[in-house]
């Protein structure tokens, strides 16, 4: 298995441009999720989805838009990227409780480094 | 959501056991309580998780106090390959999938 894959790893971006952040797993997981991660800061919720179809928001979700058409992919999209949106985004994916009994664990990728200029 | 409190940065020397507290004092009876740690330039990896006993893995031990308002996470024999930033993260058993990190603690391990 491959686990949490995410393209691209680094990306640098001019103010008001669009772009995708791609997400997939390989392991059959119905919950998907996004973060991104400040400078010294722990990760915030952007974006989650429960299953292909089902999206909703997280913590920080202005200015991205999500979409679940696959249980294998969860795209981040930056409609318009501002200076603020530099960061690193993490993906992850999980089994949800509805696996088995009590809370599974959820697998991360590597991250994607997104500087906006 | 119930909140924890971690210190903010320990230190241990190699190959000696670490102890890294964790207070909730608000949790519920329904929150699980996970550990994820974060290896430098990598995205989180988890570590363990437990509900009120004591539980132990290939990577760590959780310590549960009995009244469930703080655990601790043991790590038998540090090695460099342990210096992360360790969150401690409750999850509640009504099917919230949410994870929410505080600032963690920041593990140094000196050779």
């Known amino acids: 298995n491959a686990g949490v894959t995410q393209t691209p790893k680094f990306q640098v971006l001019k103010t008001g441009q669009s772009m995708t952040l791609q997400c997939a797993q390989d392991?059959?997981?119905?919950?998907m999720s996004w973060y991104r991660q400040d400078p010294g800061m722990g990760l915030r919720l952007i974006h989650y989805?429960?299953?292909?179809?089902?999206?909703d928001q997280g913590e920080v979700p202005n200015g991205y838009n999500v979409s679940r058409s696959t249980t294998e992919d969860f795209p981040l999209r930056l409609l318009s990227a501002a200076p603020s949106q530099t960061s690193v985004y993490f993906c992850?994916?999980?089994?949800?409780?509805?696996?088995?009994?009590?809370?599974?664990?959820?697998?991360f990728g590597p991250g994607t480094r997104l500087t906006v200029l | 959501d119930a909140k924890t409190t971690q210190p903010n940065s320990m230190e241990s020397n190699e190959e000696e056991p670490v102890h890294l507290p964790c207070n909730h004092s608000?949790?519920?009876?329904?929150?699980?309580i996970h550990w994820y740690r974060q290896l430098p330039s990598q995205g989180p990896e988890y570590v363990i998780h437990g509900l009120t006993s004591n539980v132990n893995n290939r990577m760590a031990s959780l310590a549960i106090a009995e009244d469930r308002k703080s655990s601790t996470l043991i790590l038998h024999r540090a090695t460099l390959r342990d210096a992360a930033v360790y969150y401690c993260?409750?999850?509640?058993?009504?099917?919230?999938?949410?994870?929410?990190f505080g600032t963690g603690t920041r593990l140094t391990i000196i050779p």
């Open positions: 992850a994916s999980g089994r949800g409780f509805t696996a088995s009994p009590g809370p599974n664990e959820q697998f």
């Open positions: 989805s429960v299953g292909a179809g089902i999206t």
């Open positions: 608000t949790i519920s009876g329904t929150d699980y």
């Open positions: 392991m059959n997981h119905e919950y």
């Open positions: 993260i409750l999850r509640d058993l009504a099917g919230n999938e949410k994870l929410t």
